[in-house]
């Protein structure tokens, strides 16, 4: 079975352009969550989807930060214009879904490592 | 606010040593605790999990040790060995909430 798969796994862009990271959760798991570690940093929450609907979007750090699930499927997360402090590597994760319950464990994909120049 | 913290950024040890590695946590409302192993370059791996009803769980040469009363959790690997060269990141849920607030990281080296 395919784990989390995300792409691009690198990407340069330049101060102000726009970048959209794509995120293809494992099969079945309608919990989709977007993390981000910029230099030096812990790994911090973004957002949360479970199936199409934002849960938690409390981690986006400003409305430059779009993140889209259309469909209940893959999810994208777009940085318009991007600005330097946004280089780092955006991690996206899935899980199961269970109403009521704490939740089944979080697998990562590998990451999108973005540089902004 | 509340945060998951490591106590050592770095631990070099022996091959065939067991490694400890320790993650001091504050949010008492957390329920459920993981550790992930990061190799360079690649994404957070799952290791092992541990829910706040437990005080201990074992895997493959990982055990993961909660003590709820000081609000610590430790992961100890056994003869360790040089794939386990990684950064370790703890983890913890809160119960109401589904995201996980990660630690900063532990860097394990292991020496020949």
């Known amino acids: 079975e395919a784990g989390v798969t995300q792409f691009p796994s690198h990407s340069v862009i330049e101060k102000g352009q726009t970048v959209t990271l794509r995120c293809d959760p494992i099969s079945g798991h309608d919990n989709l969550y977007w993390y981000r570690r910029v230099m030096g940093k812990e790994i911090k929450f973004l957002l949360h989807?479970?199936?199409?609907?934002?849960?938690?979007e409390s981690g986006m750090p400003n409305n430059r930060f779009l993140a889209e699930r259309t469909g209940g499927t893959y999810s994208t997360l777009k940085v318009q214009p991007a600005e330097l402090e946004d280089s780092g590597v955006y991690f996206c994760?899935?899980?199961?879904?269970?109403?009521?319950?704490?939740?089944?464990?979080?697998?990562f994909g590998e990451g999108s490592w973005l540089t902004v120049v | 606010g509340e945060s998951v913290g490591l106590h050592l950024p770095t631990l070099s040890v022996q091959e065939g040593d067991n490694s400890i590695i320790n993650c001091a946590y504050s949010n008492s409302a957390s329920d459920y605790f993981i550790w992930y192993k990061q190799e360079s370059g690649k994404g957070p791996q799952f290791i092992i999990d541990i829910r706040s009803n437990m005080d201990k769980r074992q895997g493959q040469r990982v055990t993961v040790l909660l003590n709820k009363t000081v609000k610590h959790l430790s992961l100890q690997i056994a003869a360790t060995q040089p794939g386990d060269s990684a950064v370790y990141f703890c983890?913890?849920?809160?119960?109401?909430?589904?995201?996980?607030?990660f630690g900063s990281g532990t860097q394990l080296t292991v020496l020949p």
């Open positions: 994760a899935s899980s199961q879904y269970h109403p009521g319950g704490p939740g089944n464990t979080i697998y």
């Open positions: 983890a913890e849920r809160d119960g109401s909430a589904r995201q996980l607030t």
């Open positions: 989807f479970v199936k199409e609907s934002k849960q938690d």
